[in-house]
C-alpha cells in the first residue's frame, strides 16, 4: 500500500505563538537578558532583578526608564509590537537591543507577566496582566515611581518539557547572575542588582559612579581586576573599534571567562575566542585561561543581528580579518605589559643557564631554544 498523505492543517495562533516563544525564551536567564535589554532600551539608570527558585517561580525587573505608555499597554505583549523599528530598513541602522517586538509576547504565552508603569507626564502609574500576549482586564491605576516594573510568574507553567530540561533552581540563579553582571560590567554608569527575594543581600549590586575596572572587581574579586591591561584598536578599512580589559600573563585560571559585546549585545563568538585563547597559550600555563572583556563596535550596516532568536550570535562583514586585528593587538598588549616582560626576563635567564649548562655537555645550542619554548608553555 503506497503511504497516504498527510491533512495539512492550519495550527491554532497560541499553538505557534507557544512554540515561538520556545525559542526566544530557553530558559530564566534568557527572559533576563531580555528585559535587561528593554530596560536599557528605556534609558534606564537604574535596573534592579528579584528572583525566587531561579527564576522558574518569579522573576521581577524594576527599571527607572521612560515607562509605557497607557495607550500602548493593550498592545506591548502582542507578538510584533514594538516602538524601535519601523521599516525592514531600519534594521541596518539599529540602536536599540529590540527590534522585533517578540520578546514580552514570547515570555507572555510561556508565564503570567503584570506590568507596572508610570511615564514622565502620565499622572499615575498603571498596572495590568497578561496571559497569551493578551490583556486579561483593562490597565489599573496605581501606585508608582516613573519607569516600568515586569513581574514573570511561574515560567514555563504551561511548557511541562522545558521545565523539566532546566537545572536546578541554584544553577539557573547562577546563570541569571552572571547575565545581569556582564550587563553590568559593560554598562558602567548604570547601576544594577540582583538578589533572591526574601533577601537583604544581594548577589551582585554596582553602583553607577563605578568605573568598569571597579565592577569587574566587584564581580570577579581583585585576583582578577589587579592583573587587568587595558586593550583598544581601531581599523578604518574595516569599520570597527574594540576596547576592553584582559588579564595579563600573571593571572591565569581553569576556565576562560570571556564576556564579549558586539555593538553593546551580549554575544557569543568562538572563532574570536580560539583566536585570543591561542595567543595566550604561548604565556599561560597548561590548561589554564585568562579573563577577557572585549566591547567591539562594528559599523552597523555591516552587522546582521538578525541571525538567531535568542540574539546570541551576529553576524559581521570581515570577520577573519577583524578576528586577527583584535588578536594581533592583544598579543602585542600581552608582550608589552610590565608582568609579561618579567617573565619573559626569568625565561632568558633560564635560557641563558641551560645554554651553558648544555654547551659544557657538548649538546647542540639549536636544541635549546626549542626546549626552552616548550618548557615556557609548561610553566
Ligand atoms: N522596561 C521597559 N520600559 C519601557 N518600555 C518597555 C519596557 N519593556 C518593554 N517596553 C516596550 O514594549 C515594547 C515591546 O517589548 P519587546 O521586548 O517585546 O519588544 P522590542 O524590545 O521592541 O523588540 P525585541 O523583541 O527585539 O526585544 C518595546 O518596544 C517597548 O516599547
Ligand atoms: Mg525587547
Redesign the pocket.
Known sequence: MPPTAGVIRRLDETVVNRIAAGEVIQRPANAIK??I???L??KSTSIQVIVKEGGMKLIQIQ?N????RKE?MEI?CERF????LQSFEDLSSIST?????????SISHVAHVTIT?KTADGKCAYRATYADGKLKAPPKPCAGNQG?Q?SVEDLFYNVSTRRKALKSASEEHARIVEVVSRYAIHNSGISFSVKKQGETMADVRTLSNATTVDNIRTVFGNAVSRELIEVGCEDVKLAFKMKGYVTNANYSMKKCIFLLFINARLVESSALKKAIETVYAAYLPKNTHPFLYLSLEIAPQNVDVNVHPTKHEVHFLHEESIIERVQQHIESKLLGSNSSRMYFTQVLMWLHNTKEFLHYNGLEVGHIYLMGRYLSRLL
Not at 526608564?65 to 509605557?68: K, V
Not at 537591543?97 to 509576547?105: I, Q
Request: charged letters at 25%.
Open positions: 531580555e528585559m535589554e528593554n530596560c532600551d528605556a527599571d526608564g521612560c515607562g509605557i500602548d506591548v509590537t514594538t516602538s524601535k537591543y529590540g527590534f522585533r517586538g517578540e520578546a514580552l509576547a508603569t516600568t515586569i
